[in-house]
C-alpha cells in the first residue's frame, strides 16, 4: 500500500511564492513517476506538472512554465512543488499523485496513488 499525504499549502498574496510537499509511505519501490494536478473553483481537476523518480526528468503544464519548478528527494521519498510569483488564478485544490510506470503522463486517469489534496489560495 502507498499512502501520500500533501503538505505547505495556505493563503499568500499575488506575486507570492509557495513550496507544497508530498510525502510518500509504505510500498514506495513501486513509485517511478510522480506528479501534480490542480482542480479550482469550479472547473476541471488539470496537470501542473511531473517527475520520473529514478531519472529525474520534468514535464510542465504550458501556464506554469517558469514560474513553477518540481523536483524530488528520494532518500526522503519527497516531492515538492516550487510556486513562484503567484497568481489569483493558481487558486486550487493541489493533489499529488504517483505512477507504478516511469512514463509521464498528463492523463490523471493512468496515475495509480493520489494524495488527499491541500488548499492553496492567492489573494489580489
Known amino acids: 500500500q502507498v499512502e501520500l499525504v500533501e503538505s505547505g499549502g495556505g493563503l499568500v498574496q499575488a506575486g507570492g511564492s509557495l513550496r507544497l510537499s508530498c510525502a510518500a509511505s509504505g510500498r514506495t519501490f513501486s513509485i517511478y513517476a510522480m506528479g501534480w494536478f490542480r482542480q479550482p473553483p469550479g472547473k476541471e481537476r488539470e496537470f501542473v506538472a511531473s517527475i520520473t523518480w529514478g531519472g529525474g526528468r520534468t514535464y510542465y503544464a504550458d501556464n506554469v512554465k517558469g514560474r513553477f519548478a518540481i523536483s524530488r528527494d528520494n532518500a526522503e521519498n519527497t516531492v515538492y512543488l516550487q510556486m513562484n510569483n503567484l497568481k489569483p488564478e493558481d487558486t486550487a485544490v493541489y493533489y499529488c499523485?504517483?505512477?507504478?510506470?516511469?512514463?509521464?503522463?498528463?492523463?490523471?486517469?493512468?496515475?495509480?496513488?493520489w494524495g488527499q489534496g491541500t488548499h492553496v489560495t492567492v489573494s489580489s
Open positions: 499523485a504517483a505512477k507504478k510506470d516511469g512514463l509521464i503522463t498528463t492523463n490523471s486517469r493512468l496515475y495509480n496513488y
